[in-house]
């Protein structure tokens, strides 16, 4: 996750994207005062009216005590160039990491752990960047995209049993509901195809596992690798 990471601050500060409309006016220093120039800069490809459908495969990046992967399908329609409507789904496979088992062994019980089974939801979907890079004779292609939304949330903990001092741990499934980002770079292979890296988060208040401590927001984020049809 730190390679994407890296890849997109990368992006942000190398590569020259285009949010301006065709009737945009640029101002170059060597001209006369009193002139200007128009570019016009054609978006390679257009998104309005289409569909779009993506599979993905998610690594959490968030998760304490847990190695989380997992894989996402989402599909959306885009009503205009920049603004789309989407609904997503993702599916999580947990399973207990170093730090997990470094607890267990050192306090003879599992530390509490909450995580996810799944989510699903709706967004909203804002592409208003759009460039190319050049490199080894050709040039790629890509969107970059934000999206807001509301999601449900599936997860299981162990709170109840660590509480009562049990030495192994049982999970209770429980459900959410709260807010839902993301921002999305999406390398067009052709007209049709595209890989997508993303990040995505959730939010969600929940309680812990002492319950005289009021129930706090926590944080789900993934990074997200997928491939894309658009029609």
Same mark, same amino acid.
């Given at each position: 996750?730190?390679?994407?990471?890296?890849?997109?601050?990368?992006?942000?500060?190398?590569?020259?994207?285009?949010?301006?409309?065709?009737?945009?006016?640029?101002?170059?220093?060597?001209?006369?005062? /009193?002139? +200007?120039?128009? !570019?016009?800069?054609? *978006?390679?490809?257009?998104?309005? @009216?289409?569909?779009?459908?993506?599979? &993905?495969?998610?690594?959490?990046?968030?998760?304490?005590?847990?190695?989380?992967?997992?894989?996402?399908?989402?599909?959306?329609?885009?009503?205009?160039?920049?603004?789309?409507?989407?609904?997503?789904?993702?599916?999580?496979?947990?399973?207990?990491?170093?730090?997990?088992?470094?607890?267990?062994?050192?306090?003879?019980?599992?530390?509490?752990?909450?995580?996810?089974?799944?989510?699903?939801?709706?967004?909203?979907?804002?592409?208003?960047?759009?460039?190319?890079?050049?490199?080894?004779?050709?040039?790629?292609?890509? /969107?970059? +995209?934000?999206? !807001?939304?509301?999601? *449900?949330?599936?997860?299981?903990? @162990?709170?109840?049993?660590?509480?009562? &001092?049990?030495?192994?741990?049982?999970?209770?499934?429980?459900?959410?509901?709260?807010?839902?980002?993301?921002?999305?770079?999406?390398?067009?292979?052709?007209?049709?195809?595209?890989?997508?890296?993303?990040?995505?988060?959730?939010?969600?208040?929940?309680?812990?596992?002492?319950?005289?401590?009021?129930?706090?927001?926590?944080?789900?984020?993934?990074?997200?690798?997928?491939?894309?049809?658009?029609?």
């Amino acid at each position: 996750m730190k390679i994407l990471f890296k890849i997109l601050l990368i992006l942000f500060f190398t590569v020259k994207t285009v949010a301006a409309g065709e009737k945009d006016k640029y101002n170059y220093l060597w001209l006369d005062p /009193d002139k +200007s120039v128009y !570019v016009l800069q054609n *978006k390679e490809f257009e998104t309005k @009216n289409t569909f779009y459908t993506d599979i &993905g495969f998610i690594r959490g990046i968030s998760a304490k005590f847990q190695d989380v992967t997992g894989f996402k399908a989402e599909l959306g329609y885009f009503i205009n160039e920049e603004w789309a409507f989407e609904v997503f789904y993702n599916k999580y496979k947990n399973s207990n990491n170093e730090a997990f088992k470094s607890v267990q062994a050192n306090n003879t019980i599992e530390p509490a752990v909450r995580r996810l089974t799944s989510t699903y939801g709706a967004m909203v979907i804002w592409s208003p960047f759009y460039g190319k890079i050049n490199t080894f004779n050709k040039i790629y292609y890509f /969107d970059w +995209s934000f999206g !807001v939304g509301i999601a *449900k949330i599936n997860t299981e903990t @162990n709170n109840k049993s660590v509480t009562q &001092g049990d030495k192994v741990s049982t999970f209770d499934p429980e459900s959410f509901t709260g807010p839902a980002f993301k921002s999305k770079l999406k390398f067009h292979i052709n007209k049709n195809w595209n890989i997508g890296i993303e990040f995505q988060m959730h939010y969600y208040k929940a309680q812990g596992p002492i319950a005289a401590i009021p129930a706090n927001w926590r944080a789900n984020t993934d990074g997200i690798l997928s491939i894309g049809f658009s029609f």
